[in-house]
């Protein structure tokens, strides 16, 4: 019988924390997170000043996995830990709750995709308390370092969320305007002194002719409309006002004295210009941009960035919800952007780098949107060059793969060099995290290169770099000699 760890701290404690499963040494001291996991989430509490004490701290399943995979559980074993779960927590009434990585998070909150919900300040309606989701430390210790600070950031939110009620943020999200009502709303939008905008397109060409579906637009902090173009497959106006409304998008978009605003604004900007023949006037800040002068090292993301910059919890699931939904989902993006910007403001202005965005970065946007849509003018003496190259690696490191396995081994194969990795030679299977299957992949091999030193896993890595290039760049096919 697996030795079961209890949960540990306060009944009474504000914060209750969720992982997955046990490890080795929790197992051995018979306490949740006392490893390396552990070391993470001491740190993490202790910079963002949440004392251990004023957390429970419990996990989704109270024994070890087999193999550490907690996929190996069947439905039945985890189930019975959920409910073992809920009655804890039910019995503690916590103030937040703190799923740490994606089992947890399904297990409270029923949905997945910890990267996405992370920061987010949600509710719950079963434990009637605040749910703050973050990644887990284990995820944070296996090479994502680049989480640590943002892991840090969301410790912080639930410290200064605790004692507050809960109190969403209220978007007002204009939709379903007919053609004499978008008309005004546009005409009423040229008064604007900033402007976001946000396209939802077909997917693009190369040359960059997606078509818009959907056209969001926000001047003010919590209020933003969204205009349809698309009705499924159908266009949602005739020819004529279709006309009519690209027309005042033009004149909307065009006016100088308007300061736009849009999150990778090169995209929309390209499309725009490239398939409509509008090209924004007075761009001001693309909030893309702004992120990466404001935080170079953090994602970029527009739902990244909107959990450091406003309090709207993840929506991006909206889009696919049909109906009226993608046009929330189009005028909440709008929406975010405007705030985005307004709340960068006085951060780019505290680390005078306003400067730095308007001169460095923000010039070179309609450079980069050109060079987008022209493409970039290939040099094929160079390209032939660095595909013999190329080719001459390959041969050489597949020679040297070959020796060091004593067979032939096809680095692209993933069954075949499970094979190879975990039966012929014996190492430890590595699992992936999102599928619980058995993985290849360079995590995999990076993890096995550091405790079994091999030059076949820098070899196997090399391989496949050398192919990616070769597909993504040298074999892409040329518009009029350019790359797209
Ligand atoms: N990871 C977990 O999810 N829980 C623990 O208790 C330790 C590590």
């Known amino acids: 019988m697996a030795k079961e760890v209890p949960f540990d701290g306060p009944k009474d404690a504000p914060y209750y924390l969720i992982g997955e499963a046990p490890g080795r040494q929790e197992v051995e001291k018979g306490k949740p997170f006392v490893g390396g996991a552990g070391n993470i989430l001491r740190k993490l509490l202790s910079e963002s000043g949440i004392g251990r004490v004023e957390c429970r701290i419990a996990n989704v399943m109270r024994i070890k996995p087999p193999k550490n995979n907690f996929n190996i559980f069947s439905q039945h074993e985890v189930e019975a830990g959920i409910e073992y779960l809920k009655r804890d927590i039910g019995e503690c009434s916590p103030k937040v709750l703190v799923p740490l ?108 002719n997606a078509i818009i579906t959907a056209v969001g637009f926000s001047d003010e902090l919590g209020y933003a409309c969204s205009i349809p173009f698309m009705k499924g497959l159908q266009s949602a106006w005739t ?32 499309v725009l210009a490239y398939t409509y023949g509008i090209c924004v006037a007075n761009l001001w800040r693309d909030t893309m941009c702004v992120a990466h002068v404001l935080h170079p090292e953090l994602p970029k993301a527009l739902a990244f960035v909107r959990s450091l910059y406003t309090k709207q919890p993840y929506y991006d699931h909206w889009s696919s919800l049909g109906g009226d939904w993608f046009l929330r989902y189009n005028a909440m993006d709008a929406a975010m952007a405007f705030e985005i ?13 306003t400067t730095v965005y308007d001169k460095l970065v923000g010039n070179l946007i309609p450079v980069l949107m050109g060079m987008q849509i022209r493409g970039m003018k290939v ?44 039966n012929k030679m014996g190492l430890p299977t590595q699992f992936s995290k999102t599928t619980g299957k058995p993985t290849t992949n360079e995590a995999a091999l990076m993890k096995l290169s550091k405790k079994y030193p091999s030059k076949m896993f820098s070899c196997i890595i090399k391989i496949r770099g050398c192919r990616k290039t070769i597909s993504t760049y040298l074999d892409a096919s040329l518009v009029d000699g350019r790359m797209h």
Not at 248 to 270: C, R, W, Y
Not at 343 to 352: F, K, Q
Request: net charge negative; with cysteine.
């Open 101 to 208: 990585g994606n089992h947890a998070l399904k297990a409270v909150y029923g949905v997945t995709g910890i990267t996405n919900w992370r920061g987010s300040i949600l509710w719950s309606d079963e434990f009637k308390c605040k749910v703050i989701p973050t990644v887990h430390p284990s995820f944070i210790q296996g090479g994502n370092w680049e989480y640590a600070p943002i892991s840090r950031f969301d410790f912080s939110l639930m410290r200064e969320e605790v004692d507050k009620p809960f109190d969403p943020p209220l978007y007002n999200l204009r939709t379903g305007m007919t053609f004499g009502e978008t008309i005004q709303e546009i005409d009423r939008l040229k008064q604007s002194e900033y402007l976001a905008f946000d396209l939802e397109t077909t997917r693009a060409q190369a040359g960059g």
């Open 379 to 422: 040099d094929d003496t160079k390209r032939d060059a660095a595909r013999k190259f190329l080719e001459q690696e390959l041969i050489d490191t597949q020679h040297e793969l070959d020796a060091l396995a004593g067979e032939t081994v096809d680095a692209l194969s993933p069954k075949m060099l499970g094979n190879l990795l975990y």
């Open 341 to 353: 910007a307004m709340n960068m403001e006085p951060r780019l202005e505290a680390l005078e780098l």
């Open 239 to 270: 020819a004529r006002e279709e006309f009519r409304i690209l027309d005042a998008i033009k004149e909307l978009l065009e006016t100088p004295s308007i300061k736009v605003i849009a999150h990778n604004s090169q995209f929309d900007m390209g």
